[in-house]
């Protein structure tokens, strides 16, 4: 592990580093391959690292967060990627999707009531944004909320929810008026054990399949009206901006899982032979290592940049959505780069599910398609540098 120069790790930074290290190591290595065939959510490991306070990162002690900054979240998130992504994308949605937007737009009692159980690890939180036909174009989604004196009744249908099948909480986005459009949006807390919130068939995955996936469907989903998130019609802005921290998350975790393939790749390359000498030493295999390193250097520094980026907005208000797009886009790209060439390089062997190569060839996929496809963040970066709408 580099500590680069240009952003030197101060004495938190590394311990948050290694613990996370260290818990991946002793106790999600031995059952990541386990999970990932049979599919089952990992609750005990998660349990686990809540109690570490890698559920709440950058949420403040006093809502049971550790209160630490977006570098450190990064840092144990890649951790913990590099053994295994299932496990990093529970702690991703925890971390950003779902807290984020309560910290940077709730009430302090939604703050009190909604973040302490997630922060500490002993509850699971999810945010549900997509729907059958609304994925990239989120603005054009069709559930609606209706207020009815102090309640919002819910319904309609959401789609690909991460952790959906076992949430306790979720963010959710609708209608409140359809014909101002995105301007109509507004965002909702949700208790999972409400009447009316049901949880839809387990998708059956290519990767990440520790990591559980539904659809929610709210049916006269009755909530009060102090579980509206912001403002009536802010909803499109909440669920951009916490998007904009997921990606940073998303990046952190293509980071890990490239690492993981690399360095699987490098050992391998040292060690098999083939025509007298060990492959690494046949142009071939060692420009591939060349690449993929040069390639997983580049991730890290777009995403300790945009971590960075994260940390200055909290003092200047501005967004960093450039910069965590960038991270997203090269990060996730070059994630599947790298498992695809571990693969060739670790040939039948790659190929085996007795290694975890062609584990993280599957789960890397997922980087470049959730919190926006590779195609939506080169149109943010894009419409940012051109600055057109
Ligand atoms: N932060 C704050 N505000 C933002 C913003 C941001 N990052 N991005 C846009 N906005 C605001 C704009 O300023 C604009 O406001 P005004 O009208 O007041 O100026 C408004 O939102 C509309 O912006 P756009 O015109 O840019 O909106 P658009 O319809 O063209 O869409 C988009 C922009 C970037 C394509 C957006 O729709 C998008 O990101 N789509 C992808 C959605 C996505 O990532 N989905 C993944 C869901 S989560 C998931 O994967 C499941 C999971 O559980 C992990």
Redesign the pocket.
């Known amino acids: 592990m580099t500590d680069l120069p240009i952003y030197p790790l101060t004495g938190e930074h590394k311990m948050i580093r290694d613990a996370a290290r260290d818990f991946a190591q002793k106790e999600i290595a031995p059952i990541a391959a386990e999970f990932d065939e049979s599919g089952e959510f990992p609750h005990a490991t998660i349990k686990k690292m809540g109690a570490l306070g890698f559920m709440g990162i950058e949420v403040p002690e006093q809502y049971g967060g550790a209160e630490m900054d977006t570098l450190a979240y990064v840092l144990a998130l890649e951790e913990i990627c590099k053994v295994d992504a299932s496990h990093g ?1 529970i702690m991703s ?1 925890n971390n950003s ?1 779902y807290s984020h937007g309560i910290l940077h737009f709730g009430t302090e009692e939604q703050k009190k009531a909604f973040l302490p159980p997630i922060a500490s690890g002993t509850a699971i939180g ?2 549900s ?2 729907e059958p036909q609304s ?5 054009t989604m069709k559930s609606r909320a209706t207020r009815d004196g102090d309640f919002y009744v819910l319904n309609g249908r959401k789609s ?3 952790s959906g099948p076992v949430a306790d909480y979720f963010v959710v986005f609708m209608m409140t008026d359809p014909d101002k459009k ?2 109509g949006i507004s965002a909702f807390l949700v208790d999972g054990k409400t009447k009316g919130l049901v949880r839809g068939r387990k998708e059956p995955k290519l990767g990440i399949r520790a990591s559980a996936t539904s659809e929610i469907i709210f049916e006269d989903c009755r909530i009060p009206v102090e579980n509206r998130l912001g403002r009536e019609g802010e909803g ?2 909440i669920a ?2 916490v ?2 921290a ?1 990606r940073i998350g998303i990046a952190a975790q293509s980071l890990g899982i490239a690492e993981a393939a690399y360095e699987a790749a490098r050992l391998y390359a040292g060690q098999r032979e083939a025509f007298g000498q060990p492959i690494g030493a046949f142009q071939g295999t060692g420009f591939k290592i060349a690449d993929m390193k040069t390639r997983i250097e580049a991730s890290r520094l777009l995403i300790y940049n945009a971590a960075i980026a994260k940390e200055n907005s909290k003092k200047t208000g501005g ?1 960093y ?1 450039l910069e965590a797009s960038m991270a997203k886009l090269f990060a996730s790209e070059t994630a599947m780069f790298v498992t695809h060439q571990s693969i060739q390089i670790h040939g039948g062997m790659g190929y085996s599910r007795e290694l975890p190569v062609e584990r993280y060839f599957r789960d890397a996929k997922i980087t470049e398609i ?3 496809t590779s195609e ?1 963040q080169r ?2 970066i894009s ?1 940012a540098e051109l600055d057109i ?1």
């Open positions: 994308v949605v999707l999810a945010y944004l997509t994925g990239s174009d989120a603005g690909w929810v991460t995105q301007k499109f802005k951009m901006t998007l904009d997921g967004r959505s959730y919190e926006g939506i149109l943010v419409r709408k």
